[in-house]
């Protein structure tokens, strides 16, 4: 499931900034390391949104930072929808 | 039966003369012009001189709209407005003085949906034979509320007024106004917001400047707006490969993009107003509809759908035909 996430998270940060793949990794920062703006980074949250079936609210926007945090917060959600 | 409908009439808009382009901005607040460009699509903001009120920017738009739609009567004014010369009285009762109509006049608090919001009432005031010429307007000087060394807000926004007249007319008539879908959501309250000067619970407000959370409004407005012009579109019975002209609120170049690939409509049917004014709030639809009949490049049959999503979170859309005005050639 995480690797499924993670490919899927690289794909789209491929799409919207392509000089950008070689660098992806948990670590790196989603805008400062991978170059995205403040509304690049909402239209990947709005797309993992749709693409996963969860809801990151308005609070959490700024916090997901790292590529790391966008798939263990995705993960996490996940897991908490199926389980519902 | 419904036997009477609201015509659009004329159509009119005032700018300050003052334009504040990215370079002159960008010195002031310490950012490179690229930067700002690219996450607004904004280049340009006319912002309003001192002695320049929103009630001068509403009565001027109101006096071109008028001019447009013959010289009628006018029994009802509407301004809506986030920014009033003085928090009492409305700001309606003076321009209709001013423009010489002893009509009944308010103002309308939906923020950047005012106008839409101001259009449907208006609109409703005719059809319940409660008015008969209806001026809608909508009129902003966001450069009073806006912090000018804020990075986050100071570039987005610009001032200015745009207007509408509304006559009685036939429910079939090209211009009726018959279709609209207003909504809102509280709880988004803080999206976009500026405090009162006396907020209950402490003497006088800590800052008075206009706050916004950038990200949240833009995904909101999106979202919003995408789902109210469907929701218009199906009121009309049109789909949107059927619009020849979308015009959305202008707050961001990526929303209005973003807007139109969720709708399926091609970008070069959207109005664009915002590269060289900015946000206007209440005032950017009205001035947008000016610039298509000042350019030409909206005709009599046209389908024509308005959006609009602001502070509140409150939003709007409206679709109808195109009229034939009763002047085709601006006489200003």
Known sequence: MRDAIFEWVNTRIAAIQPDSASLVSDSASIEDDLGFDSLEMVDLLTAAEAEFGIQIPDSRLRDIQTVGDLVAYIGSQATARRSE | VTVRAAVLAGVGSALPERAVDNVELAARLGVDTAWMESRTGIRARRIAAESESTTDLAVAAADRALAHAGGPAVSLVIVATTTPDRLCPATAPTVASRLGFAAAAFDVAAVCAGFIYALAAGAAFIEASLADGVLVIGADRFSA?????DVDTAPLFGDGAGAVVLRPGGPDDDGALHHFDLGSDGALAD????????????????DPYLKMDGRATYRHAISRMTSSARAVLKSAGWSAGDVDHVVAHQANVRILKAVAQNLDVPFDRLAVNLERLGNTAAASIPLALDDLVGTGAVRPGQR??????????????AAFRWPRMTREVRST
């Open chain 2, 191 to 206: 999206l976009i917001a500026t405090a009162a000067r006396t907020p209950a619970g402490s003497a006088r407000a800590a």
């Open chain 2, 145 to 149: 509320i806006v912090d000018p060394a």
């Open chain 2, 304 to 317: 024509v759908l308005l959006t609009a999503f602001g502070g509140g979170a409150a939003w709007g859309s």
